[in-house]
Nanobody, 123 residues
């Protein structure tokens, strides 16, 4: 059974940082592309970042470029999202996704999804 379990969300002040984790199981992590997608209150899903299998290439949506860093650890089967210089507009539920296709993740898709973790940026 494929499982993606996100953690690390919470309440942070504007300008602060958070690190999200996504623990994966049930598939070959090193062979999958992984990504992050978010849903802000009252809005649709927004693609955030994607990292290809092996972690050699990453891509980011314009609103988070230069502030967020995606990485993966194949020894731990875990995906990370380091979020810096957080803004109130980053408030959302963040979902981890996995797929064979890096391109499909960049387009906001994904074969497997986690349950999400809430990130709230507020003073």
């Amino acid at each position: 059974e494929v499982r993606l379990v996100e953690s690390g969300g919470g309440l942070v002040q504007p300008g602060g940082s958070l690190r999200l984790s996504c623990a994966a199981s049930g598939f070959t992590f090193s062979s999958a592309a992984m990504g992050w997608v978010r849903r802000a209150p009252g809005k649709g899903l927004e693609w955030v970042s994607a990292i290809n299998s092996g972690g050699g290439s990453t891509s980011y949506a314009d609103p988070v470029k230069g502030r967020f860093i995606a990485s993966s650890d194949s020894a731990k089967d875990t995906l990370y999202l380091q979020m810096n210089s957080l803004k109130p507009e980053d408030t959302a539920v963040y979902y981890c996704a996995a797929d064979k296709s890096f391109i499909r993740l960049v387009r906001g898709g994904g074969e497997y999804w986690g349950q999400g973790t809430q990130v709230t940026v507020s003073s």
